[in-house]
């Protein structure tokens, strides 16, 4: 019994975010749940896994090549958000307020984990911008250490193109309190400020 | 995609603990890994359940019946170690200290969720009593309201038929703090003071 449990503990626990104790829990869980439940869990993982792969165009994880987003006349081709992670995709599209398309890096520069521009999607980005009549090129890294560097790194990259790239606004976000806001993000702040 | 990311979350979402934003990046996580580990993933949880029986004479999780622990001789099978879940008794078997039988409840009572006497492994329990030369039952539910609650009940229950019934000491946790600790426990750590 318990080495069933246990193989099923170490597997959660290679998830990101699951500890040990939320591990052993989850496989008690598992293992507790009526048959048809269990399942329901492992052919959806399976399933979608299996349809799952990466639109060779934007890098973003998809079921078809090219993606959706890509893919999509109403979308304005002319103008590409630069992104590290998939996830980032479904936030922007979240927000409704972006209708051009995409490029997933698959990370950001990070030369104390040994990533470097090569094991990032930036070779694909840059044969999309000799290819295709892009206007813009909005960087939309995580505004910390290494998404600046990495939103430096192709902004300097790119700009001899003559591409105009832009960086995403930092300022204070939704909910937030100025009181309890940091220097940094209070600067952009009031960089960006605008009219009302 | 979008489809297929949000079945896999809501599967996740299922589970004790995650709630949505943990279920969408598991579910990420999980489309992006390698596809051995993803099977390798789902067929130890497959496999493990399907290996997973209820013991009949404790109630606990096993992979036989009666269980490792219940067939075991060379444990003292007049102590009854009563429990709420199977976690518990991996739990005191980590404690190294007991060396009797177990009886998992699968719950507590708690009448506002609708869970009383019938719906406990109560019955099961009785029958043990019946049969075997049981000299003591330990209670180690919880020292919540609905544990203690289940502890008197089944004192109540039990102690006609002579058989003596113990509740697990109450007491300052290894590694607590006293200025931290509430009064019921303290009040129960001094009733279990011990000479030294």
Do not use: W
Not at 54 to 71: M, R
Not at 149 to 162: D, M, V
């Amino acid at each position: 019994m318990n080495k069933d449990l246990e193989e099923v503990a170490l597997q959660f626990r290679k998830l990101p975010g699951i500890g040990v104790k939320s591990a052993r829990r989850l496989a008690y869980f598992m293992l507790e749940r009526p048959q048809e439940e269990v399942d329901l869990f492992l052919d959806t993982i399976r399933h979608a896994r299996s349809r799952v792969c990466y639109c060779s165009t934007c890098c973003n994880l998809a079921t078809s090549d090219p993606c959706d987003i890509c893919s999509d006349d109403r979308r304005d081709h002319s103008i590409i958000c630069v992104v590290e992670q998939p996830q980032d995709v479904t936030a922007m599209e979240q927000s409704q307020e972006y209708h051009g398309l995409y490029h997933v890096l698959h990370g950001v520069l990070s030369p104390l984990d040994g990533i470097g521009p090569e094991q990032l999607k930036i070779k694909e980005l840059l044969k999309r911008l000799e290819k295709n009549d892009v206007k813009e090129v909005i960087i939309a890294t995580d505004p910390d250490t290494e998404g600046e560097a990495t939103a430096y790194y192709l902004s300097r990259l790119i700009k001899p193109s003559g591409i105009k790239v832009t960086r995403i606004g930092r300022g204070i976000p939704a909910g937030g309190a100025v009181g309890y806001t940091d220097g940094i993000t209070l600067a952009g702040a009031v960089e960006n400020r605008k009219e009302i």
